[in-house]
């Protein structure tokens, strides 16, 4: 089992006796099980999966993305390589001249290669920006799909859909009892209300569309 998943299993673990541990909580979990059909395991699993979905909307997850795949964003990367192709040029240049620092005794040796390392540099650079590129331009693409495809089969759908409606009250405690183990901060009722209906929202208009 890879640290990962054993991160995942204690923290599954610590909210399945967070709610044992609070008769309000196992009453809400109980009701939804009655409610739902969804095996205790199912509705654990869907908590701790979807308790963060909130933040799993097309903009955040783009800007997530790109953070992580462009920690320098493409632009300035492509100006670096650009960059350091001019600057062989003009090592080149220099090094014709009387201001070559390869005319200096005893170091002028180091600097034959420059124009060559730096040309190597860009280059290497820029297949790496160029896959990159190409990768991001797929996931980008996909990102919006996936996000649809998440929503239609969270947990708060399969809610809705077995028992016609969220339970709000019910659920924002459940979902926040799951937020608390994973480390992250609850949510409001109101704050809940509001993404509820969003989701609701997009449900529809995926329907009508």
Known sequence: MSSLEHT???KKEALRKHIEHDPQLTKDFNFFIAKTGLRPR???TGLWLD????????QTLLQQAREELWPIDEDTLKRTIKGLFRTARQVE?????IFSPALTANIGGQFSSLPEILRAYATELERKVNSVASYWARKKSRIPTW???????????RIRSSAGKYH???LLRLVNAAREVAGVRTIEPHAFAIW????????KSCQCG
Do not use: F, G, H, W
């Open 8 to 10: 995942i299993r204690s």
């Open 42 to 44: 199912e509705l654990l």
């Open 51 to 58: 308790c963060n979905l909130m933040k799993s909307d097309q």
């Open 93 to 97: 240049t220099t090094s014709k001249t």
């Open 147 to 157: 996000v649809t495809a998440t929503r239609q089969n969270s947990l708060y759908e």
């Open 168 to 170: 709000q009250t019910r």
């Open 196 to 203: 509820l209906n969003r989701l609701e929202k997009r449900r």
